[in-house]
Structure formats: structure tokens, C-alpha cells
């Protein structure tokens, strides 16, 4: 049996949980998350969030591409359910 906690750590999957309860598949800025995420777990900072959200891109369930109005900044948008449990499903078939 896989454990999932392999895949992608608890602490990156809570607060995935929490974006997508708040933003769902809604584009958004690092702010808005960043601002989401202190509301519900007070110690987060900038360097925890820009962490988590690297994590979640490595891990396939984040897109990100550029702000066309500010070229410094990102757009963010969180991949649903669907594609992430497609990406699961194909690293264990992927696993040895």
C-alpha cells in the first residue's frame, strides 16, 4: 500500500485544502494566498507560503504563469481533485 504522505507532505495538502476551500480552481496572486492562509494558520509567513506553493508546483497541482500587467508577479491557479488524483495514480504506476 502507498502512503500518501510520500507523495506530497501533510502540511503541503492542508493548506492546499484550505485555498481550494477559499479560491477553488479561481485565479490568484501570491498576496491572496499568502492572505488566506494567515487568516486560518497564524505562524505562515511569506517564506512559508512562497515554500508551499513551489512545493504544490513541483508536485503538479499548481499552474503558474506570469502576471501579463507586472512581469515580477505570478498568476497561481490551483489543479482540482481530478488532475491531482490522475497525477497520484500515475506515480504509483510510475513507482517501483
Known amino acids: 500500500m502507498i502512503n ?3 507523495l506530497l507532505p501533510k502540511w503541503v495538502m492542508r493548506r ?6 477559499t479560491l477553488g480552481d479561481k ?4 498576496e ?4 488566506i492562509l494567515k487568516k486560518q494558520l497564524k505562524p505562515d509567513d511569506k517564506r512559508i507560503v512562497a515554500l508551499f506553493l513551489s512545493e ?3 508536485a ?4 503558474v504563469k506570469l502576471n501579463p500587467l507586472d512581469g515580477r508577479k ?9 488532475d491531482i ?8 504506476l510510475h513507482m517501483k
Request: hydrophobic content about 45%; aromatic content about 20%.
Open 4 to 6: 500518501i504522505e510520500k
Open 16 to 21: 492546499y485544502l484550505l485555498l481550494w476551500k
Open 27 to 30: 485565479e490568484f496572486e501570491f
Open 32 to 35: 491572496d494566498a499568502l492572505r
Open 56 to 58: 504544490l508546483k513541483k
Open 60 to 63: 503538479g497541482w499548481l499552474d
Open 74 to 82: 505570478r498568476i497561481y491557479s490551483l489543479k482540482g481533485y481530478d
Open 85 to 92: 488524483f490522475t497525477n497520484i495514480v500515475a506515480d504509483i
